[in-house]
């Protein structure tokens, strides 16, 4: 199995936690992370203006937030593989957290 590196070209915010992303081989997705932030790392992400504070990281190529979180690119290139998984640990995340 080929594990393609992709890399964040660029990103825009269209909505509430919901970023359309460019990628280096000219894909995009639109992703809407708003059911995957739950957590010490992603939960605080729910706070619109620390999400709106999403940057690019040049040196690993993917979206990073001031407080550490970050996503590997090849999550965000292939977002609708991993959306379910996510969105299940999330929950157990906000379960632990109760």
Known sequence: MEHRIYKVESFRIVGPHILRVTFDDATEQIIDFKPILAGELFGPLKDQALFEQ???DPEVNT?????????????LHDWPE???ALTTHAKEWESVAA
């Open 63 to 75: 979206l990073v937030w001031p407080n550490g979180a970050a996503f590997d690119p090849e999550t």
């Open 54 to 56: 999403v940057t690019v």
């Open 82 to 84: 991993f959306v379910d």
